[in-house]
């Protein structure tokens, strides 16, 4: 009780000190934004460049499913409509709910929907972050290299600490395929190696597969879809100067600052970031900067809270609900293994 109580407390504290920093980097990021120039921006706005970008979105997470759907395959097929409600009520649950917690609401409402285990659905989920790591450090050092700019090399850093999580995914990913035998046996006896040995277990029932290799390679295609809704929204909002590059540096950078713990929709960090890269990197005038940081926000954040508040609606829970069954779900999982 008094362990439970203890991580009850840190989790609050970081969810309070999370949302602070994300107001701090709203407010800071929007400090000069005027009410009347943002409507005229809205007013002369390209929106067909803007249902562009909103399809684009779409494209992305309908591609999402597709991999999902490939990806479990060889243990449960799952329907492609199945995976695309999961994935859009569980980034409505991000946007409105702290820490991600849309990850594990998604991977619970695929396995109500089907006979997969919970375990499994969330290996599945581990392998999804594993494969955009890989895609994402390969992408990192590209956006160097065709946007090398002294600001940019802040990313460095962070993509030696992602490639280094990655590398320990990737790994683990490997004693369960290639060596899951000895990896069970050298991980006898009680306490957290009985929890690797069941994710060992879950992560070899996917990873011999052919399948396994398609979801890998489907990730790429995932990961670059996003840069067309920034592309899309620099078009539709003027930003004529503005190629796919540097659309393709903002989408390196924003995959980037979405790992860190945040305030819910990333709002705050996402400003501050679409801010200071346009600023310091791309030469856009600031106070247009601000305007258009808060635009694209609601470009691609829009169509996922709508989307997600349909997917909602016809699965006929709420989402407090779903939160809650997924945590009694995961605390059962982990009960079960001790």
């Known amino acids: 009780m008094g ?7 840190r989790t609050r504290v970081v969810l309070v000190v999370a949302n602070i920093l994300s107001a701090a980097c709203l407010v800071w ?3 000069d934004v005027k009410l009347g120039a943002l409507i005229n921006d809205l007013a002369t706005m390209n929106w067909w460049w803007v249902a562009l970008a909103v399809a684009a979105d779409i494209a992305v997470y309908s591609w999402q499913a597709w991999r999902w759907s490939l990806l479990l395959h060889p243990v449960e097929p799952v329907g492609f409509w199945h995976a695309v409600r999961a994935i859009y009520v569980g980034l409505f649950a991000n946007e ?5 917690a849309g990850e594990l609401v998604r991977c619970y409402l695929l ?4 006979a997969l285990p919970f375990s ?5 989920a581990i392998i999804e972050r594993i494969f955009d790591g890989v895609w994402l450090c390969a992408c990192l050092f590209l956006a160097l290299r065709i946007v090398p700019h002294p600001h940019m090399r802040f990313l460095t850093g962070s993509g030696y600490v992602l490639g280094s999580v990655v590398l320990a995914g990737a790994l683990l990913l490997a004693v369960a395929m290639f060596r899951r035998h000895r990896a069970r046996a050298a991980l ?7 929890h690797v040995r069941v994710l060992i277990d879950d992560l070899s029932l996917i990873g011999h597969s052919r399948y396994l290799y398609f979801a890998f390679l489907q990730s790429l295609p995932y990961l670059l ?3 067309v809704p920034i592309y899309a929204s620099f078009k539709g909002y003027g930003f004529d100067d503005l190629l796919l590059k540097e659309a393709f540096a903002l989408m390196v950078i924003l995959r980037m600052g979405s790992v860190v713990p945040q305030a819910p929709g990333n709002l705050g960090l996402f400003q501050l970031l679409t801010k200071e890269s346009l600023v310091k990197i791309f030469n856009v005038v600031p106070v247009e900067a601000e305007r258009f940081s808060l635009v694209l926000w609601g470009i691609v954040t829009l169509p996922l809270l709508i989307g997600g508040a349909v997917a909602l609606a016809v699965t006929g829970s709420r989402i407090g609900e779903l939160r809650r069954a997924a945590h009694v779900e995961r605390e059962e999982l982990s009960r ?3």
């Open 3 to 9: 362990e439970n109580n203890s991580g009850a407390t």
């Open 29 to 31: 990021s929007l400090r």
């Open 96 to 100: 409105v709910l702290p820490f991600r």
């Open 111 to 114: 396995s109500r929907w089907s």
């Open 120 to 124: 499994v659905s969330i290996s599945s």
């Open 188 to 194: 006898a006896g009680g306490s957290w190696k009985r």
């Open 225 to 227: 879809l996003q840069v």
């Open 336 to 338: 079960s293994r001790e």
